[in-house]
């Protein structure tokens, strides 16, 4: 037991958090695109497995071919978009149920991004191409660490407050209507099901560009980088409204401060994660890891209201 | 307007049909042979014990689902074949749950803005213009309940009663062509269902809408509106306006009722007044 804890090195931990940090801000982008259907449009799309890889594939070939990265990353977007409409479509146009739908559009992207890389593994590596980002940058550099994490909070404001001002808007409102009664929104003359279709490509094109950007991060993309991907995007949205849910309710701008605390819940998902690795906890069980993780916190909020109820009835 | 179809109604309803789980045990003959014509500027109360077929006629003029025979037309429009958001242009609702109307998670203002866009292309535009919150500040006011200082209040914060009103507000916004009222004050405590009847007339009156009542309180189906009509399996039984409505008494509804159903007086819910 001691000689565990002897074999713990605190500054290895420290000298990790850097990377934790930057990931968790990478995959912030893809929880903010799965914030906007699990909670804005009250749907559970599982095709953000096969949408973050897809935009890896699409990104890391286009940059191994010689387009510029920044062009590349664009396009995992509309990568990313264009498996949105096919869960969309599905549900909408064929009447398949919404998980079955996106579980379908998945797998077929498993094997799109098999044909899309050629093989299950395609390296770019930074000493070749010039990448939006990299986790060499991070790690390598003080100088280009500390541009990474201005330049990358930056975009990180910017795509908060363009979902801001989009959610402001009539169409945006339209998105909020739906999700939250549908009923009311047809009556309002809202098409739910263009409504829908057209939510599931924003958000992800979201997930396509955070697949890009990890690709080019972790310098490679992988056909199995997106097992799982959905439960760290919901342990990151629930993570974030569970520690600061209260914080952001009372807020004017709500909805700023509930898409900067899904990122933040990333953060703080990749910070634990990395603080398990550090306790030694074998690398294979970290899905074991997320899943734990992701039921705790989704069962906090429930059986706080339970015991809350309780109480109440008691009196 | 694209007038085709020669009708000179509002609404008009013709032969309609809709049975529901066909060729099953639960197979439910909802609506049979449905007719009806409304002119501009009339209210019709509707009453009918469970299952006449009243939130069905709301729903089939609505287009919650498809009718399986008839037409249905508003101001010769013939409406039959087009989805419910494509209707909306010319509906304003009102539901018996006062949750279904409003979007609980959105603001007063925004709820309005997004009734105040009924049956028009929701662009980037942004969702509550100024000038239109000062409108939504006004009519507000109106309802005498304070909602003019809460327009950034989420909706689900508010009473049913509170989200009764607002949702009519909402429906009358666009003034439509007709405004259907599904029980829209029966789940609402008796005080608060006569506030929200009130408000529902006033609205009625100040726009000249044409507005189709369902109602379970027979006083209520007497006191308001210029016509009454009574349905029964799926079809108008008795259908009464002006003059006579005004000079009806609940017994003589209560015994019309007795007539149709075979003389026996089944449903608990046809209560006399509350």
Redesign the interface.
Same mark, same amino acid.
């Given at each position: 037991m001691l000689s565990y804890f002897a074999s713990l090195n605190p500054l290895t931990l420290l000298n990790s958090l850097p990377g934790a940090i930057s990931q968790g801000m990478v995959w912030g982008v893809m929880a903010l695109g799965v914030y906007i259907t699990f909670r804005l449009l009250d749907f559970a799309d599982l095709t953000v497995d096969g949408s973050l890889a897809f935009g890896a594939a699409v990104c890391i070939m286009m940059i191994r071919s010689g387009v510029p990265p920044i062009v590349a990353t664009l396009v995992s977007f509309f990568a990313g978009a264009a498996a949105g409409l096919v869960t969309g479509l599905l549900n909408t146009l064929l009447g398949i149920p919404g998980i079955l739908a996106s579980i379908l559009t998945q797998i077929a992207l498993y094997s799109i991004n098999l044909n899309v890389m050629g093989k299950s593994n395609q390296p770019v590596s930074v000493d070749n191409y010039n990448l939006v980002i990299s986790l060499r940058y991070v790690t390598e550099d003080p100088v280009k660490r500390i541009i990474f994490f201005v330049g990358f909070t930056a975009f990180l404001i910017m795509l908060i407050a363009i979902l801001h001002l989009?959610f402001?808007?009539? #169409?945006? #409102?339209?998105i %909020?209507?739906t999700g939250?009664?549908p009923?009311?929104? %047809?009556?309002?003359?809202?098409?739910?099901n263009f409504i829908k279709v057209l939510t599931l490509m924003i958000s992800n094109g979201l997930v396509g560009i955070a697949g890009g950007l990890y690709g080019q991060f972790q310098g490679a993309a992988d056909v199995g980088m997106g097992r799982g991907a959905i439960v760290i995007g919901l342990a990151a949205v629930i993570i974030g409204e569970v520690l600061f849910g209260k914080f952001a309710s009372k807020r %004017?701008l709500y909805l700023v401060w509930t898409l900067i605390s899904v990122v933040l819940g990333a953060i703080i998902y990749y910070l634990v994660y990395q603080f398990v690795l550090w306790l030694k906890m074998p690398s294979e069980d970290m899905k074991l890891f997320s899943a734990i993780v992701v039921a705790v916190f989704l069962a906090v909020p429930y059986l706080r209201d339970k015991a809350l109820q309780k109480k109440g009835g008691a009196k | 307007m694209a007038d085709n179809n020669n009708s000179k109604y509002v609404l008009d309803i013709q032969d309609v049909h809709k049975v529901f789980n066909k060729g099953t045990i639960n197979e439910k003959v909802a609506l049979n042979g449905l007719n009806l014509q409304l002119n501009q500027g009339d209210f019709v109360t509707i009453i009918g014990g469970n299952g006449a077929g009243k939130s069905t006629s709301l729903n089939a003029i609505a287009g919650v689902w498809p009718v399986d025979q008839g037409r249905i037309l508003i101001n010769g429009n013939d409406i039959t074949s087009l989805p419910e958001h494509k209707r909306a242009k010319y509906l304003g609702r009102v539901f018996q749950d006062p949750m279904t109307g409003t979007a609980a998670t959105m603001s007063i203002e925004e709820n309005m803005a997004l009734a105040a866009r009924r049956g028009q292309v929701r662009t980037l535009k942004w969702g509550v213009g100024r000038a239109e919150r000062e409108n939504f500040k006004e009519q507000l006011a109106t309802l005498g309940l304070g909602l003019e200082k809460r327009m950034t209040s989420k909706v689900g914060l508010l009473s049913g009663g509170q989200r009764q009103a607002i949702t009519l507000l909402m429906a009358a916004l666009k003034r439509p062509d007709l405004l259907l009222l599904d029980e829209h004050t029966a789940a609402l405590d008796p005080k608060t269902a006569a506030k929200v009847l009130e408000i529902s007339e006033k609205i009625i009156e100040e726009h000249k809408l044409t507005a189709m009542m369902v109602t379970h309180n027979m006083k209520d189906a007497i006191a308001h509106g210029n016509r009454l009509i009574m349905m029964h399996e799926g079809h108008i039984i008795y259908d009464v306006a002006g003059e006579a409505k005004k000079a009806l008494q609940v017994s003589d509804l209560l015994h019309k009722f007795e007539e149709a159903s075979g003389g026996e007086f089944a449903n608990d819910r046809m209560m006399l007044a509350k």
């Open positions: 989009y402001g808007t009539e #169409q945006g #409102q339209a %909020r209507a939250c009664n009923n009311m929104a %047809r009556a309002q003359g809202i098409n739910t %004017r | -």
